[in-house]
């Protein structure tokens, strides 16, 4: 074999200019930068989409019930806009969707928690399901608080909700104060209340 | 068992694959060529260890081996023999393996290809670049993506199986090992780059050698990434087939950048120029593979395709920097140095084509990369969110697309050094008629806009211009006396071959993407709707359950003609429902049916989705040809065979070679 | 002579189909086409990268609802998507925003693009310079 001499021993050694030299310090720059960047971003998963709605005035949520209770307690009509001086949850749900069901024993928890001091009401709207299924839903696992069909997404697009379960805290004067993307406890939202200067 | 057995073969791979660094870098500083010959030979080690490592974790998969976190997670025994398979890289820990499987296989490839130059540092230090990667991926798996991790507690009797969307389609059991090919072939050359950089030896011996390498891995990532394009359109149910999403455009940009080195590759060969910058494109075409893998993999974008959220990001973006770092650090250090003389004697030439050509490649992949990154930029500086989506991505490639489907006509034309108005006049006359003949079919058949009307235009021309070539190479071979089966070979005419699959896959994108009617269509039993010029007839419903999964099929007939079956299908484990699309494949274009609701009471009307694709099945068929006219182009033409690298480097060692002009029968141009 | 008689021939030949090609729509687009044309630009909250039009997840149906239905009402299309990011937030719109910071990402591509393209004129200058003094 050929002893062989590396090839820049026998480039002249003219001066070539520092091309290479600038474009990659530029280079390495741009990658540390960004290296930088995706070393800091939290994974997208825990990453909320924090609602434009929040401080806003809430959008409207009014309708026929479609649950009635055997006992006839429960209203048969809401009207976001007669709720002044209460809290209110807006509580998106379907019967398909798992944490949905999850999280209706805490809502049950918390409206009668709530019963006797009356400063919050639940209002639950259905995303993308049957009236039937509904009925069915809440007569086995409880619940008698408004719950109103948006079957042409009215409510659900003016709220922006992208997938159940979602819930609104609204507050007594009908801001948006905060939105849970998930299931929620009722010690979350009692929490969350407290947070918002509503104790209870 | 599998456990014991795959834990250890991971461990061999990784001991053999430190041990190979260090012998063969304590072997190149003491000059021992008997240390070389040993560090080579942990090569097989390591290709033992990875084989060792697949075989384990298959037989855990196909023999349910719920004893196992990756199987009791992604197996089930009611998932088919193919999946069962195929679920070793349907979820993070196993593609990890499939990725070491498939560098231990080109490692002992690289070592038997140049086991005759063995002893040339070089060489080893490209093997010590390959072995630093595979210890890196094997590394992974010793520590925060252990496969073969047991479970703690009782041993489930069953798993849920891979998810549902990837137990739809057999593609998904051919598309990611493509990919792979594709992505861990791009090591090689970058090992090879990194190699001749510290080597300071970056004359044409090496490429001629290197680019064959990246020939394949860019021939393996263009199959790749179609078949995903297919497994997308087959699957997914909205009749799309690219969506620049975050994972798709991370596939492309190494094939991009690959693109831009095959092209400019040519002109180092040539005329001895580029040297730096085809080092810089191989070295950015490796980063951007791992840059992939890292935000396929780290969940810092979501992405239909993501693997779930794991801890491997912050080590994959370590090697990201590390891969980025080593190579623009060396060519910061050396690159000057190295740079060859010469110039282009005119920007009318083949080689002033070929850099217009990486202009536009590199746009293009800066394009696709600021896209990708950027909502991730405007989150880091500001509080709010902002998406880029297909749109953008539309708009911004357009042009370029445009531009470089015009140098795709032009530049087969133009001979090296410079040209003359006149020749290139004489020489595009017929390829233009060509592109003018597709403009006016086009607007006959009823195309509209400017953007797709110039694509198919451009498009035409483009093809011209190729088979122009291909003609001259088959006359001139057989005037030569050879066989005009010589006209398709070689890399001038396999390149002409791609660059006519090439116009197909843009010509189908254009079309199916710009002309698709869309409609959802509610069905009565027995009634018919009309949608882009087909009648569509509900027939009705059956339903199949079995254990794996439960099956609601709508019959819905085309024309009154072939019935077809688009369904729902829902699996036990799995909230979501999946629906399957059913293609009424054509030449002209697809009728692709979607199942959007399942009457809800017996004999009840049904929603069908109807989307009238023009051209679609056109991308696969361009695909397909892209594939064949790279292995041509593989294939040994005759001319410039990679004889023994050792005489090519020391045939370039000598001052500034310059090619002749002379004609050669793989040289069409100077020919006809 | 002949062939430069074809080169006009294939100029006008091009002309031609480009400007038949081209012609703007008589109608102006329907309610639908426009509703279609909005739901391409609209981001499906829960899929990243598809857009409204493509999807099938309810969110989006919702969405394509309430955009046929603000069209029917007659909003013009700057109404609609304030509307949406009004409720969805700046990331619904797929298409990134020209003004602001957010610009840069239509802005540098083309920086970048000339750039090189000046670059290139300038390189060949000099190496046409050069091959003259020679």
């Known amino acids: 074999m050929v002893a062989l001499a590396p090839d820049e021993a026998e480039i002249p050694r003219r001066r070539r200019g520092r091309l290479a030299l600038w474009s990659s310090v530029a280079v390495g720059v741009v990658v540390v930068a960004l290296i930088a960047l ?37 209203v048969p009509t809401f009207e976001l806009g007669d709720q002044e001086g209460r809290w209110v949850i807006v509580n998106f749900f379907a019967t398909w969707c798992v944490p949905c069901q999850e999280e209706q024993d805490d809502l049950v928890t918390l409206v009668a928690d709530h019963a006797e001091a009356d400063d919050l009401r639940v209002v639950s709207i259905v995303f993308s399901d049957t009236a039937a299924n509904v009925e069915r839903y809440f007569a086995e696992r409880g619940g008698d608080w408004p719950v109103i069909d948006d079957p042409d997404g009215q409510m659900i697009t003016d709220w922006g909700v992208t997938a159940v379960p979602e819930s609104y805290i609204v507050d007594p004067n009908g801001y948006v104060r905060a939105k849970i993307t998930g299931g929620v406890t009722s010690q979350r939202i009692e929490q969350l209340l407290v947070d918002l200067g509503g104790a209870s | 068992m599998n456990a014991v057995l795959g834990s250890a073969g991971i461990a061999l791979g990784f001991a053999a694959s430190v041990l190979g660094v260090i012998t063969l870098v304590v072997g190149i500083r003491r000059q021992r060529p008997q240390l070389l010959a040993a560090g080579r030979s942990f090569s097989t080690l390591i290709l033992g260890g990875a084989v060792l490592a697949t075989l384990a974790m298959e037989r855990a998969l196909v023999t349910h081996d719920f004893s196992l976190v990756f199987v009791a997670d992604n197996g089930s025994r009611a998932t088919p023999l193919l999946y069962a398979v195929a679920s070793l890289w349907s979820a993070l820990e196993g593609s990890i393996i499939l990725w070491v499987l498939v560098l231990a296989g080109y490692i002992v490839a690289v070592r038997y290809r140049f086991r005759r130059q063995a002893d040339d540092p070089l060489v080893s230090w490209a093997l010590i670049v390959l072995f630093a990667a595979s210890a890196f991926f094997f590394g992974l798996m010793l520590g925060p993506a252990n496969p073969f991790e047991t479970v703690a507690g009782a041993v489930p009797t069953d798993g849920p199986g891979p998810n549902p969307l990837l137990q739809n389609h057999p593609l998904m059991a051919i598309h990611p090992p493509f990919l792979y090919l594709g992505y861990v072939g791009f090591t090689v050359p970058y090992a090879f780059a990194v190699a001749a950089l510290i080597t300071g030896r970056v004359g044409e011996g090496w490429l001629s050698v290197t680019r064959r390498w990246t020939l394949l891995a860019w021939g393996a990532l263009t199959v790749g990434i179609v078949l995903g394009a297919w497994w997308s359109y087959e699957v997914l149910g909205w009749g799309g087939f690219w969506a620049w999403d975050p994972v798709e455009n991370s596939s492309f940009l190494p094939w991009l950048t690959g693109t831009a080195y095959l092209h400019s590759v040519m002109v180092q060969e040539r005329r001895g120029m580029l040297r730096v910058w085809n080092l810089s494109l191989l070295i950015a075409t490796y980063s951007l593979t791992i840059l992939g893998t890292f935000l396929t993999r780290s969940g810092v974008l979501d992405s239909v395709h993501a693997f779930s959220e794991s801890d491997i990001g912050p080590w994959l973006l370590a090697y990201f920097a590390v891969v980025v770092l080593v190579g623009v650090g060396l060519i910061g250090w050396r690159g000057d140095r190295l740079r060859a003389p010469g110039r282009i004697d005119s920007p009318l030439s083949r080689e002033g084509a070929f850099l217009a050509n990486n202009v536009l490649f590199a746009a293009f992949a800066f394009v696709v990369l600021l896209g990708t990154v950027f909502p991730l930029l405007i989150e880091a500086v500001r509080a709010d969110r902002i998406s880029v989506g297909t749109p953008y991505f539309n708009r911004m490639v357009g042009p370029i697309g445009l531009a470089l489907l015009f140098m795709m006509a032009v530049a087969p034309a133009l001979p090296w050094r410079r040209a003359s108005g006149e020749v290139l006049a004489k020489r595009l006359f017929w390829p233009a008629w060509a592109g003018a003949g597709a403009l006016v079919v086009a607007v006959l058949s009823g195309a509209t806009g400017l953007g797709p009307l110039l694509a198919f235009g451009l498009g035409g021309f483009a093809v011209g211009s190729a088979v122009r070539q291909l003609v001259l190479a088959a006359r001139a071979s057989r005037r030569a006396g050879g066989s005009r089966w010589r006209g398709v070979t070689g890399r001038a005419n396999g390149g002409m071959i791609v660059h006519i699959g090439v116009v197909i896959v843009a010509v189908a994108f254009v079309s199916a993407t710009s002309y698709q009617t869309s409609r959802q269509v509610r069905l009565e039993e027995g009634e018919s709707a009309r949608v882009g010029g ?139 | 002579m002949y062939r430069r008689l074809g080169w006009i021939a294939l100029a006008a030949v091009v002309g031609i189909a480009l400007f038949v090609g081209t012609r703007p729509p008589e109608a102006p687009p329907t309610s639908t086409e426009r509703a279609d044309a909005l739901a391409e630009r609209i981001r499906c909250p829960t899929c990243r990268g598809q857009s409204v039009a493509d999807s099938d997840a309810p969110a989006s149906e919702f969405i394509r609802e309430e955009i046929a239905r603000q069209v029917e009402q007659g909003q013009s299309d700057q109404e609609i998507e304030d509307y949406l990011v009004s409720r969805y937030g700046d990331d619904v719109l797929l298409v990134p925003p020209r003004s602001g910071l957010a610009s840069l990402v239509w802005v540098l591509p083309v920086v970048a693009l000339v750039g090189a393209g000046a670059g290139l004129v300038v390189v060949f200058r000099r190496w046409g310079r050069a091959w003259v003094e020679t």
């Open chain 1, 38 to 74: 995706l070393a800091t971003r939290d994974p997208s998963g825990t990453r909320l989409a924090n609602s434009p709605l929040l401080g806003k005035f809430a959008p409207d949520v009014s309708g026929q019930s479609i649950i009635v209770s055997p006992d006839g307690s429960s």
């Open chain 2, 534 to 672: 087909h009648t569509i007839t509900y027939l009705g419903i059956e339903r199949t359950e079995t254990a794996q999964k439960a099956v609601t099929k709508a019959r819905v007939q085309i024309d009154g003609g072939q019935v077809f079956t688009p369904a729902v299908s829902e699996f036990p484990n799995a909230t979501q429902t999946i629906g399957t699309p059913s293609v009424d494949w054509g030449l002209r274009h697809d009728v692709y049916l979607t199942l959007q609701a399942v009457p809800t009471e017996e004999g009840g009307a049904a929603v069908i989705g109807v989307i009238v694709e023009p051209l679609v099945s056109w991308l696969w068929i361009g695909g397909l040809l892209m594939a064949v006219g790279t292995a041509l182009s593989a294939w040994p033409g005759g001319r410039r065979r990679p004889t023994d690298p050792s005489t090519m480097w020391s045939a370039s060692a000598g001052p500034e070679p310059e090619p002749a002009t002379a004609s050669s029968p793989d040289d069409p141009v100077a020919v006809g």
